[in-house]
């Protein structure tokens, strides 16, 4: 199998197969064009891609934007949404009102100045996230991020998206096949045919015959075919930390064809999970994510309808299983895994779509020149993403264990010691002293999450950070002009902004301005 690699085959798919034939094609254009490299998907026309995931990071601006995708186009095709972060209902006591934003914005002044020392001694009402951000003001007030005459890709509040996955898989295709040369082949595959060394060297298909490649990428979903099935890699469970194992979704219609669109995602909690509620132009995407050893599918549908309300009657739901966890390596051999293929941990905190673009960056950069030195590049690759899922299941676990709740098993499960990643346990002893900031355990370029995200999350939820108020010194002048600037930020923007639908009707209207 020596040579060099020119032929990448993708297996699957829906988002994470043709993200990452746009990621890898768009980087590679230049030799595609010269005929001396090509990218092949093969999807099977008889598989349903899952298609609810609906939330993404923003990082997807960047990653379409280097696709050469029209911002304009997007929206009038992929039923999107602007997402400005996600808000949290009952996650901390469970009682009406308690609530918290995770804006895409970072605090005031973020990369010269840590606020939380000086926000926790001010000990005033003013939440954490409206004291050093206008996001939430933003949210509440149902503004979009940006004005009609803002460029395509540029924001003046940052954001991602909420979009339809079935009709962004579909844009993509379009895009990938018309515009970056990447070939479509709808084929379902029948054999994975290896090497003696282990490598595959070609798949076996029913409708297309013989598909040779140098590289397979695996985005076959749960199934693993190529990673799983093939090369025989373990998957590593991780519900003895992330509980939640079991979705039931929901497309739920708008009361009427103007209804608001929330800019965020809100989460709230349930008895033994939590509902998410997304809002795209033509409906809101809605789901119950649970535990079952905590709660019977019975009551999960039960809570789920109670908090729709008249809008889900005669509506059906769809159930979806999750298993928690990831393969022990994403590559192995010439084989390398994306998306659900690679792992899946529950959908709070959108970080499904994230990892494909950071995957699929990874491979498109560290592409191997030769297969001598694919195994080297595999090594990297597997121990940079390992720890980035990792550190999302640090994160995500932070939301649970920050609870108060002792209503149900479930949230008092959540806070048992034996379930926190150890390396959680160790930064939650060392944010009672100190607070995290941007140079704080959060200095690599492998982070999804930055020190500002656990910010919000902590101080949303009511953690406290011992402060001595006289290790504040000069900074504390500084702090205040950063509140200040805040405040007049947030009012210049709540007073400029467009309302969210309004924003969504005119990009559909008259477009953009491209880049």
């Known amino acids: 199998m020596a040579g060099p ?3 990448i085959v993708i297996v699957g798919g829906g988002t994470a197969g043709w993200l990452t034939a746009g990621v890898i094609a768009a980087r590679h254009r230049p030799r595609i064009e010269a005929g001396t490299f090509s990218v092949t998907l093969v999807e099977s026309p008889n598989v349903p891609i899952i298609g609810v995931g609906e939330g993404t990071w923003p990082t997807l601006r960047s990653t379409l934007a280097k696709m050469g995708v029209s911002e304009t186009d997007f929206f009038r095709e992929c039923d999107a949404a602007f997402k400005q972060g996600a808000k949290f209902q009952r996650w901390t006591t469970g009682a009406e009102g308690d609530a918290y934003y995770h804006p895409l914005m970072l605090p005031t002044n973020f990369q010269h100045l840590n606020l939380v020392p000086h926000w926790l001694a001010a000990n005033d009402d003013e939440s954490f996230c409206d004291a050093v951000c206008p996001q939430g003001r933003i949210c509440d007030d149902g503004l979009a991020p940006k004005t009609i005459t803002t460029r395509e890709w540029d924001a003046v509040a940052n954001y991602a998206y909420h979009l339809d996955a079935g009709k962004f898989a579909d844009f993509l295709t379009r895009h990938c096949t018309g515009k970056l040369g990447v070939r479509h082949v709808l084929a379902d595959v029948q054999q994975v045919v290896q090497a003696e060394d282990g490598d595959v060297t070609h798949l076996v298909t029913e409708q297309a015959g013989t598909i040779e490649g140098n590289l397979f990428v695996d985005c076959t979903g749960f199934k693993a075919l190529l990673i799983g099935e093939a090369m025989g890699v373990p998957f590593r469970p991780l519900k003895d930390v ?3 194992d079991t979705a039931m979704a929901v497309q739920v219609p708008h009361e009427t064809p103007d209804a608001p ?5 809100v989460s709230t909690a349930q008895s ?3 509902i998410w509620d997304i809002g795209l132009p033509t409906r ?5 994510v649970y535990s079952s050893a905590h709660v019977d599918d019975e009551t999960a549908e039960r809570e789920l309808r109670a ?3 008249s809008a889900a009657d005669g509506l059906s739901v769809r159930k979806i299983p999750i298993r928690a966890g990831h393969r022990e390596v994403f590559w192995k051999r010439n084989v390398v895994a994306v998306g659900l293929a690679a792992g899946f941990l529950e959908p709070l905190e959108a970080s499904a779509i994230v990892l494909i673009e ?3 960056k990874l491979i498109a950069e560290q592409m191997p020149a030769r297969r001598e030195v694919m195994d080297t590049i595999a090594r990297r690759f597997n121990e940079t993403t390992s720890y980035r ?8 676990k932070l939301h649970y264990v920050l609870t108060k709740r002792t209503d149900t098993d479930f949230w008092r499960d959540n806070v048992r010691s034996e379930s926190i990643p150890d390396r959680l346990a160790h930064l939650l002893e060392l944010w009672r002293w100190q607070s995290p900031w941007f140079n704080d355990e959060f200095d690599r370029v492998d982070e999804v999450f930055p020190a500002a995200s656990y910010q919000y999350v902590l101080y949303g939820m009511g953690f406290r950070t011992e402060v001595e108020p006289v290790t504040l010194g000069t900074d504390a002048r500084l702090a205040e002009r950063a509140r200040r600037e805040n405040r007049v930020q947030t009012e210049r923007l709540r007073a400029g902004l467009p309302r969210h639908r309004d924003l969504i009707d005119r990009i559909k209207a008259q477009g953009l301005s491209a880049i």
Request: proline share 0%; net charge positive; hydrophobic share 45%.
């Open 284 to 288: 809101r995407g809605t789901g119950h």
């Open 272 to 274: 033994a999970g939590w």
């Open 389 to 396: 899922w990792g550190r999302i299941v640090d994160f995500l």
């Open 358 to 360: 950071l995957s699929a």
């Open 242 to 244: 992330l509980f939640c």
């Open 261 to 265: 669109i929330a800019s965020h995602t």
């Open 5 to 7: 690699i020119r032929n």
């Open 307 to 309: 908090y729709l309300g």
